[in-house]
């Protein structure tokens, strides 16, 4: 008999968990009596294999063996009952044992927490009189998990000794419920830390925003002698990444270099993140470069790296490639690929994306289908954006956000003042984004009142303090208004520091309004904030123009240029044949720019026939007034629209994205140009769309 339960335990602990059974079968074949010793590897093998006729047929042969009342089948009894679902069957035998040990009992708490009665699991340790380190780190764990720290808590408190991992088990549990004080709290009682305790602590102080002191405790770490991990390693990246601190995120490199866990791949990936969030794109794209392995998350971080950077086109060529190498796009792929789409104003790449998301079947997903309704809204197709608002599944407050958003931007300020209205009716609780987006509208639409009222509401009704964002658009709301005088007084109330958007949205209204003495006083904030900046000078400069004072406007430029600052040059995307061209203020580079030339010299006899008359008053004043009106000729948006026309049928429309405002000469001018080629055109600048169409445009030249 010796020799056959020999093979039975060498069975299951080898994993062979059929042959277990199998010898368990021939035994009774060959008419062997089976004891406590071989039921106990036999009821293990079932609960392994979750083999429930099985095991109740064993039971059936340990009543009729008389082996019921030995401990070891009786716990293994439970083990088995509970692993295989039935947790009914483990309390009749638990309840029928003469005597109990601490494994009959930690396999009876188990077993309540395998079937997620946590709380029966609870009462059962309280009665149990010899507290289990096992069980009680089990509790704790499944606890933590499920954000019960106060359960959690009295487990942790009964247990009369505790081991590494169950410290570092509340430690993560109090992380992930955002209670940094009592995770720190726990971190200085620990007498003995190991390398998951340090890890918890620097991604639970990430976590909380709290970078610097993430890397501070990776600091005392090294200085202990702990040896990090690839674990450790994402933290302090992460935490770089939140600060924006190159040169630590460099430094950590090295020390991965060194480590040898550059080629991990979840390393890897944060190691790009971390420089992509820093703006050192080409260190990010050496670092993926160099991947082993490349998965998808790899590809993800790259374009939305390239993303953030405005350098959506580069993220659309990465998108191509990843298709290339036959790697399996994901939900966040196509979020990043669409934000790509919309940022360079893409929009047969944009429907083209669209089209894999439906293949892809992610069209029923929340985030995708948000994503989707940006994208269409920002490359100029509110239609699509409506149709895909529409048939969304389910919405969140995102969704609301996006579609009351790209009214705004397109200038429709009733239509997104409505949309309002519908998601108030359809129950959906305002964010404070969704008061952005209102503000918004109604600056763009000249909404003083409906502004106002919104504004008021935020505190009143929905309980949403007031951001910087929201002081910006009032700001914006009043000062276009020419209520100038109400919305400095509201910079001024700002319980923040008044930050240099709002400022310079105030210098803007002055431009407008040709108020010279507040511009002055705005002005001086704006360069005080952004001494580097060229918008504040280029607003200042601007206001003198306007209101006739051409000599203190040239001495503005005069300054910014003595102080070496630079302008944002400007630059405009255009798509045309699914591919997007890009130029520059002057451009000279583009391969049919003799065309482009040739086209804007026609344009230019059929606008002056129209009655265009160039205007120069922003333009270089130490030039001739010839020169002036070449350098007009040669912005951005104008190289774009002749491409564009040159390039695309009769009567089609034109849609382009700038960078920049779109200045008062490019204004006038396009409307000119869609009256004299009978064509739509579509202009996002940096704030807004404006829509051209025989010599009109939507804005109703509200377009500073």
């Known amino acids: 008999m010796f020799s056959w339960n020999t093979r039975l335990a060498r069975y299951v602990k080898a994993g062979q968990h059929e042959k277990t059974i199998e010898l368990y079968q021939e035994m009774q074949q060959k008419g062997m009596s089976p004891d406590s010793f071989t039921f106990v590897p036999v009821l293990n093998a079932c609960a392994s294999l979750r083999a429930l006729e099985a095991g109740r047929k064993v039971h059936e042969e340990i009543i009729q063996s008389g082996c019921k009342a030995d401990v070891f089948v009786g716990s293994s009894l439970v083990d088995m009952y509970s692993k295989c679902g039935s947790i009914e069957d483990a309390c009749k035998v638990f309840n029928n044992m003469p005597s109990r040990d601490v494994v009959t009992w930690n396999a009876m708490i188990l077993g309540h927490v395998k079937c997620g009665q946590g709380q029966k699991a609870l009462e059962l340790f309280h009665q149990m009189q010899q507290k289990d380190v096992f069980v009680g780190s089990s509790l704790v764990d499944m606890y933590a998990k499920c954000g019960s720290m106060e359960d959690a808590e009295r487990v942790f408190n009964k247990m009369l000794s505790r081991n590494v991992v169950t410290w570092n088990t509340m430690i993560l549990g109090y992380v992930k419920c955002g209670q940094g004080s009592k995770a720190l709290?726990?971190?200085?009682?620990?007498?003995?830390?190991?390398?998951?305790?340090?890890?918890?602590?620097?991604?639970?102080?990430?976590?909380?925003?709290?970078?610097?002191?993430?890397?501070?405790?990776?600091?005392?770490?090294?200085?202990?002698?702990?040896?990090?991990?690839?674990?450790?390693?994402?933290?302090?990246?992460?935490?770089?990444?939140?600060?924006?601190?190159?040169?630590?995120?460099?430094?950590?490199?090295?020390?991965?270099?060194?480590?040898?866990?550059?080629?991990?791949?979840?390393?890897?990936?944060?190691?790009?993140?971390?420089?992509?969030?820093?703006?050192?794109?080409?260190?990010?794209?050496?670092?993926?470069?160099?991947?082993?392995?490349?998965?998808?998350?790899?590809?993800?971080?790259?374009?939305?790296?390239?993303?953030?950077?405005?350098?959506?086109?580069?993220?659309?060529?990465?998108?191509?490639?990843?298709?290339?190498?036959?790697?399996?796009?994901?939900?966040?792929?196509?979020?990043?690929?669409?934000?790509?789409?919309?940022?360079?104003?893409?929009?047969?790449?944009?429907?083209?994306?669209?089209d894999w998301v439906i293949k892809s079947g992610w069209d029923s997903n929340v985030f995708v289908g948000n994503s989707l309704i940006d994208m269409y809204a920002k490359c100029g197709s509110l239609e699509d954006a409506l149709k895909v608002f529409n048939k969304m599944p389910s919405r969140d407050v995102v969704t609301w956000n996006a579609m009351i958003g790209g009214y705004a931007i397109h200038g429709h300020g009733k239509e997104a003042l409505k949309q309002f209205e519908q998601m108030h009716e359809e129950g959906v609780q305002p964010d404070d984004t969704t008061f952005v987006c209102l503000l918004s509208a109604c600056s763009h639409s000249g909404l003083v009142d409906e502004g106002l009222r919104f504004y008021s509401s935020m505190s009143t009704v929905y309980m949403i303090s007031a951001n910087l964002q929201h002081y910006t658009c009032m700001v914006d709301l009043l000062g276009r208004a020419g209520r100038l005088h109400e919305a400095e007084n509201m910079v001024l109330a700002m319980p923040y520091k008044p930050q240099v958007a709002a400022w310079r949205a105030l210098l803007g209204a002055c431009r407008i309004h040709g108020n010279v003495e507040m511009g002055e006083r705005v002005a001086k904030k704006v360069l005080e904030l952004e001494p580097e900046n060229a918008a504040g000078y280029v607003l200042l400069s601007n206001l003198y123009t306007a209101t006739g004072n051409r000599d203190l406007s040239k001495n503005i430029e005069w300054q910014r240029k003595e102080r070496s600052v630079k302008k944002h040059p400007g630059c405009t995307w255009i798509e045309v044949d699914n591919e997007v061209h890009t130029f520059v203020v002057d451009d000279q580079h583009h391969p049919q720019m003799i065309e482009i030339h040739a086209e804007l010299k026609r344009l230019s006899g059929l606008m002056h026939d129209a009655g265009y008359v160039p205007d120069t008053n922003f333009v270089l004043h130490d030039v001739e007034e010839e020169e002036k009106v070449f350098h007009l000729c040669h912005h951005s948006e104008k190289l774009a629209i002749a491409f564009g026309l040159i390039n695309s049928a009769p009567g089609t429309p034109l849609c382009i994205r700038k960078n920049l405002r779109v200045c008062r000469d490019c204004h006038t001018s396009t409307k000119f140009i869609s009256k004299v080629v009978g064509r739509a055109i579509m202009v996002r600048d940096a704030n807004r769309f404006h829509h051209f169409q025989d010599g009109e445009c939507f804005c109703r030249d509200y377009w500073d």
């Open 185 to 354: 709290e726990l971190f200085h009682q620990m007498q003995q830390k190991d390398v998951v305790t340090w890890n918890a602590m620097i991604l639970g102080h990430v976590k909380c925003g709290q970078g610097q002191k993430a890397l501070e405790l990776f600091q005392q770490m090294q200085q202990e002698g702990v040896q990090s991990d690839p674990v450790t390693f994402v933290g302090v990246l992460n935490a770089c990444a939140s600060m924006a601190a190159l040169e630590e995120g460099r430094h950590a490199h090295e020390q991965i270099i060194q480590s040898g866990y550059e080629s991990v791949a979840f390393v890897g990936n944060s190691l790009i993140d971390m420089y992509a969030k820093c703006g050192s794109m080409e260190d990010a794209k050496r670092v993926f470069n160099k991947l082993p392995s490349r998965d998808v998350v790899s590809w993800n971080v790259m374009i939305f790296g390239h993303v953030k950077y405005g350098q959506g086109q580069k993220a659309l060529e990465l998108f191509r490639q990843l298709q290339e190498e036959g790697v399996q796009p994901d939900f966040m792929t196509l979020v990043g690929v669409l934000n790509a789409c919309a940022s360079v104003v893409a929009l047969e790449q944009g429907r083209r994306a669209h």
